[in-house]
């Protein structure tokens, strides 16, 4: 079974910075597009951000400019540094490992609030 950790999220400022990170244990990394999503209270999930085995990335149009996805293939890690933080990126996000077959992480908690 395919295991996507999170980590980094946590309360920040609005125009603050924070980098998600997602370890992905138990299968071949390298040959999955990841992707962040996020879930706000009272809306579906949305992808945020995907970056493909072949370093292709895709960002949601109210992030651009502002996140950036990226992966480290010899540490089975994939980042989103988010900066600019605005009170509306308040979420749940998600990490996912997509390929034939879709894994998703726990979900990690970032709140963006004065």
């Known amino acids: 079974q395919v295991e996507l950790v999170e980590s980094g999220g946590g309360l920040v400022q609005p125009g603050g910075s924070l980098r998600l990170s997602c370890a992905v244990s138990?299968?071949?990394?390298?040959?999955?597009?990841m992707g962040w999503y996020r879930r706000a209270p009272g809306n579906q999930r949305e992808l945020v951000a995907r970056?493909?085995?072949?370093?292709?990335?895709k960002y949601a149009d109210s992030v651009k400019g502002r996140f950036t996805i990226s992966r480290d293939n010899a540490e089975n890690t994939v980042y989103l540094q988010m900066n600019s933080l605005k009170p509306e990126d308040t979420a749940v996000y998600y990490c996912?490992?997509?390929?034939?077959?879709?894994?998703w992480g726990q979900g990690i908690q970032v709140t963006v609030s004065s």
């Open positions: 996912n490992a997509d390929r034939s077959v879709s894994y």
């Open positions: 138990k299968t071949i990394f390298s040959l999955y597009t």
């Open positions: 970056i493909t085995s072949g370093g292709s990335t």
